[in-house]
Structures are given as C-alpha cells and as structure tokens.
C-alpha cells in the first residue's frame, strides 16, 4: 500500500510540471481542462526501480547557499605609508675585450735527412798478373816424377806441375820460347802428349779474404789431334794441392777450339784463407799431336 502510495504522488508531480507547459505551447486556442477534472490519459514513462529499503519518509532539505553582496566582497586597501619595493637593478654582465693573439710566424718543414749507411772500406788483394803469372819469370828444371825421359824438362817459378802415369807414359814439362805460342811476353809453359793419353798440368796456391770474390782468367792453346786436348780450370776453395781431390772444382774451358789461344774465365768465392788455382790439359786417346801452351795466367780480387 505504501508503495502504490508513493507511486501515486510521483505521477502528480509530473503531471503538474508537463501541462502548463502543454498549456504555453498551445495558447490560447485549446481547450483548457478544468482544474477539478480528472486526468483522463496515461503517461507511458519508464519507471525508477526504488529499493524500498533504502527510502525514507522524511524529506531532506538541502542547504541554501549564501549569497553575498558585492559591497561585501573584501578588498585589498594599500597602506600608504609603506615604500613600494623596487627590484634590483640588472646586474651587468661583464664582458672581456677581445685580446689580439699574437701572429705565428710559420715555421718550415723540417727535412728529413736519411743517413746513408756507412759502408765500410774493404782492402783487397792486389790483382796477381805479370811475371811469373805471365810465365816470364826464370823456369827452373823439373824432374818427371814416373822416371819420363825428359831432357831439358823445366816449370816456370811460382808453379808446380802434376802429371799422371798413363798407359804409354806421362807428360813432360818444358819452357817455350816459340814466339806463335806465345800469347804474351816471351814464353810459355809447354806440356807435351805426342802418342800418351793421360792428364797434366800446373797449379798455385795464394792467399785469400773469406767472403771476398776472386776472377779468374787463363789462355790456352793445343796443338790439332786425332784426339783433341781437353782443357779445365780447378779450384780448391781449401787451398789443397792434390789435383784429383774431391775437393777441388773443375770448370770447363770456354772453348775447345784447335791451333789458337782461347782464354776462359770464371769468378769464385772465397771461403778460406787460401785457394789453389789448377790448369789442366786432358789428352783421352794416345795420339800424335796434342802439345799444349798455357800463357797469361791472372787473379783479381773483385771485394764482397
């Protein structure tokens, strides 16, 4: 019952704030509904749902706000005798003048002076030619060691001879003074082969540098055969005197052309204190012919 009570009061007071306004809108042209009418027509508006337990009987009246006059508003009455504060005055900042820099005269590049390395002076030998390289010198009697017949055999000073003993003999050694084999000076050595196959020739030993290069040239000359003379320059890098050691090295002539002087020439280093040089004839068959003249023999020491 007290619900529909309550529903009953909410529907009044809507209907007395829609129809009056119902009433402007028209004007005076409608019809107006007697004040003791019953309202005849409802108002299809969706309903609040209410919990009833939380509602209450009594109204609750809300604070009236206060309002204030304007003349009642405070202001803010300045005392005039108080000095108004100034602010401070900008600080200036200061500021330095620019200072001139000093010119910078500009310097020059240093250069660059690479040291060129010190090559320290190397002495060398004086060249070994002439005299007795040249087989000018005396010549002196040789004796042929297998017990040849040689009459008037000699080797020129500062050399010595080897021969081998071959199948028909050894050679012999002697001094020529035949101007056509001669190559330089007055003389020659002169190794004979007419009819003997074998090897012979002449060595010298001399001091050397280690290190130190030394060039080598020789001439030659062998008369024709029907078995030509092979000639070879050795060296003993040991200064050893055996001509068949191992440790000699034997370079080839650099021709073996017949019945003309031909040198050859090579260039060996060092690596001792001595070297023996070696000139070698090589007659292969026992034919007539074959005499050989050696001649103008020198060293040279080229340094490292």
């Known amino acids: 019952m007290m619900k529909h009570d309550f529903h009953k009061r909410w529907w009044v007071v809507i209907a007395g704030l829609i129809l009056p306004s119902l009433a402007c809108i028209v004007g005076g042209q409608g019809t107006v509904i ?22 209450t009987t009594e109204p609750v009246e809300a604070e009236q706000a206060v309002i204030l006059p304007l003349n009642d508003v405070p202001t803010h009455t300045p005392d005039p005798n108080v000095q108004p504060t100034l602010p401070p005055p900008p600080t200036a900042t200061p500021t330095s003048e620019p200072t001139e820099e000093p010119e910078i ?19 060398l030998d004086p060249p070994l030619q002439g005299g007795d390289w040249d087989f000018e010198a005396d010549f002196t009697a040789w004796a042929n060691p297998y017990g040849e017949p040689c009459p008037g055999s000699s080797i020129a000073s500062g ?19 035949y101007k056509p084999n001669v190559f330089s000076g007055f003389k020659s050595q002169e190794i004979t082969f007419d009819f003997i196959a074998t090897n012979s020739g002449v060595y010298r030993t001399i001091s050397t540098k280690v290190g130190h290069r030394y060039n080598i040239v020789a001439y030659a000359k ?29 370079f080839p ?52």
């Open 34 to 55: 007697p004040p003791d009418r019953p309202v005849s027509f409802d108002l299809q508006t969706a309903s609040p749902t209410v919990d009833p337990d939380q509602m």
């Open 105 to 123: 005269e500009p310097t020059a590049t240093p250069k660059v002076i690479l040291a060129t390395p010190t090559v320290p002076e190397v002495e």
């Open 159 to 177: 050399w010595l001879a080897f021969v081998e003993q071959g199948e028909f003999g050894s050679s012999c050694m002697n001094e020529n003074l």
């Open 222 to 250: 062998h008369d024709h055969s029907l078995s030509p003379v092979e000639m070879l320059l050795g060296v003993d890098l040991s200064g050893g005197t055996t001509w068949n050691a191992e440790t000699v090295e034997w």
């Open 253 to 304: 002539w650099d021709s073996s052309v017949e019945d003309t002087w031909v040198p050859t020439e090579e260039t060996i280093t060092a690596t001792g204190e001595s070297m023996t040089i070696f000139i070698r004839a090589w007659h292969p068959v026992a034919e007539q012919g074959g005499k050989t003249v050696i001649d103008n023999v020198s060293v040279t020491d080229l340094g490292l």
